[in-house]
């Protein structure tokens, strides 16, 4: 115990990253969840190692929270919800100013610290803590964006106003591929519009999110606003059932999305949840192929291929078929793969050594399904013989109609197919599982408008690879890749953590006369 409260000191005051806490001869201990205002320990009597997946180092061990741990972080923040949404919303987003001054001045220890942990260049975690700092500072407009409106006179005398109030307990539920953004997404929002939070972080990579709320704690936030609870699949399920909880944001695989969006709907909260993906890319005849083959290549590698706006799925047309194979071959045989916190490498491993069987497994299958696998990155030569790394792998000729075609294999895999036209390669955008983006590259202004009129999909790309919205645009989703109605980010983040009230009102003369 007593090395634990050492760590926690060291944490919570000089944010030290824990590679420097371990050479100070500080012993490794359990993350801890933060719960009304201070650091305590899980009551799990189960923990998981937090393995760094380029090296195989055990970083940490992360407890499995019981739904004991997930009641006292949700009685905290019931307890905390009244008092917390009566501070005016100018002195709330205050607290956000703050944070995103500590984000800044902590960033390369942070991101450092997602490269760690998630197996990303620090090039990657770098950028993913740009974005989550980009969301703070739109939450920080809650002030107008909170704003209802509002009629005189809808009837005589009567006016009719519509103001938007808080929820209560929001819960996030966060996916282990960007451990530093995708809180970031919600729980600014959920705060600055007077809801108190729970962030569950995934017990892959639990250390990013400790470390922010390292921050959190140096603001001295109320008691009870923020809390953190580190779990496994008991502590979700906690979280769904809870009756405190009044609204859950979830990110991950649409299996567990829809698991998530139905148990906890059925427990009457609001809900959103993004799911898989499976991202088409249309290479037409007038794109300009070099430049369109960096693009891809960088969605389709980038992450290691572990983002849901990961391109993984290219549909040539015509001409461009052959020019843009070739070249996206020389561009994953040249990609350098090996551990993000090296100069040169421009990809990292997978998470798991499970991840990376998954994924050579499904590179198998799909060569049994009639692909040629132009570029093998199984068993590649690096130099961390632990990690769990798979190098880009090019599939052609792979069916449409194959297993393999419709599976999200979430690793730096690129399958290349080829139509005819545009109106065949949007029927193939169009016709499967997901919606979560499609990106087309041509020079032509029609065809850009033809596509994102009718690619059936949540984000857009013309000529971008990767259409991440910024974050005053809301993170969209279709069909399996998103459940619910209002998503994540902007505009939409405060329709989602507020409810609106309608009040209509009469002031007669007569009875004013009475005051």
């Keep these: 115990m007593e090395c634990a409260r050492v760590y926690t000191a060291v944490a919570r005051f000089n944010h030290w990253s824990r590679a420097a806490a371990w050479s100070a001869g ?11 205002g201070a650091w305590r320990p899980s009551s799990a009597t189960e923990t998981l190692p937090v393995v760094n997946p380029a090296t195989g180092e055990e970083l940490e061990r992360v407890p499995l929270s019981p739904a004991a741990d997930v009641d006292h972080a949700a009685q905290a923040a019931a307890r905390a919800y009244p008092a917390w949404r009566r501070v005016p919303v100018t002195d709330r987003v205050q607290y956000l100013f703050k944070l995103k001054a500590l984000l800044e001045e902590h ?8 490269t760690m942990e998630a197996g990303k260049t620090l090039t990657e975690s770098r950028g993913e803590m740009r974005r989550a700092i980009e969301n703070v500072e739109v939450a920080a407009a809650a002030p107008i964006l909170i704003q209802g409106y509002n009629s005189e006179d809808i009837a005589a005398g009567i006016d009719e106003i519509m103001i938007r109030q808080p929820l209560g307990v929001c819960a996030v539920i966060a996916p282990f591929n960007f451990p530093g953004m995708i809180p970031f997404w919600f729980f600014p929002y959920a705060i600055a519009a007077g809801n108190t939070s729970i962030i569950k972080p995934s017990e892959r990579v639990p250390l990013t999110m400790e470390k922010v709320f390292a921050l ?14 580190n779990g496994g699949r008991e502590a979700v399920d906690a979280i769904l059932d809870h009756p405190l909880i009044r609204a859950v944001s979830f990110v991950g695989s649409s299996a567990t999305a829809l698991h998530v969006y139905s148990r906890a709907a ?24 070099a430049s369109a083959t960096d693009i891809v290549a960088d969605s389709a590698f980038g992450c290691a291929g572990q983002r849901c706006l990961a391109s993984s799925f290219a549909i040539t047309v015509g001409e461009a078929s052959r020019p843009f194979a070739d070249a996206m071959q020389a561009r994953a045989r040249a990609r350098v793969t090996g551990y993000g916190l090296d100069d040169g490498v421009q990809m990292g491993p997978v998470i798991t050594p499970e991840s990376r069987a998954r994924v050579e497994q499904l590179i198998d299958k799909a060569a049994r399904e009639g692909a040629t696998v132009t570029v093998d990155g199984r068993h590649p030569d690096v130099k961390y013989k632990k990690g769990n790394f798979v190098a880009p792998t090019i599939l052609e ?11 999200e294999i979430f690793g730096p895999v690129l399958s290349i197919h080829r139509v005819d036209d545009i109106d065949a390669a949007i029927n193939v955008v169009n016709s499967g599982r997901y919606g979560n983006q499609a990106s087309l590259f041509t020079s032509s202004g029609a065809s ?21 919205p910024m974050a005053f645009f809301p993170f969209s989703g279709a069909r399996e890749s998103f459940f619910g109605d209002l998503h994540g980010q902007g505009r939409d983040a405060f329709e989602f953590f507020t409810q609106q009230k309608v009040v209509v009102e009469r002031w007669p003369k007569a009875w004013s006369r009475k005051f």
């Design 107 to 114: 960033f390369e220890d942070l991101a450092r610290t997602i």
């Design 26 to 36: 500080v012993c490794e201990a359990t993350v801890q969840n933060y719960v009304e």
């Design 397 to 407: 000729d792979l069916p449409l109609t194959s297993d393999v075609a419709a599976t």
């Design 448 to 468: 850009a408008r033809k596509f994102r009129y009718e690619a059936e999909v949540g984000n857009v790309g013309i000529n971008v690879g990767v259409a991440a």
């Design 266 to 289: 059925a427990h009457g909260k609001r809900v959103q949840c993004q799911g898989g993906a499976k991202n088409p890319v249309v290479i037409l005849p007038d794109a300009d192929v």
């Design 216 to 229: 959190l704690d140096s603001l001295r936030l109320p008691p009870g606003v923020m809390n953190l609870v």
